[in-house]
């Protein structure tokens, strides 16, 4: 079935309704509602929560409650396993 575009007759004018952006979790790949991630950076060694500046990465709600793929990203980015699962536990 096709979604027509909505129209107000009194003005003419079409409003098409805005698609809501889509971004991919790092860790399992699965693409979600850019509101529904996690955002967050990294400052050199560092992980911090997305603040406006530089590059970022995006995490789903599965990934941040799973232990190994937690660990795994601790991994990845070179942290403390407790202190990344601390960072990810004041976020969620």
Known sequence: ???LPETNLFLGIIRMKKSQPI???I???SRHPQKSLIRLKQNGK???AFDGTGRSFY??????????KRKGLAKRFKQDEEQLARLLGTLV
């Open 1 to 3: 079935m096709v979604s």
């Open 23 to 25: 971004r991919m979790c």
């Open 27 to 29: 860790t399992c790949r």
């Open 46 to 48: 560092e992980i911090s």
């Open 59 to 68: 995490l789903c709600q599965e990934c941040v409650k799973n232990e190994k």
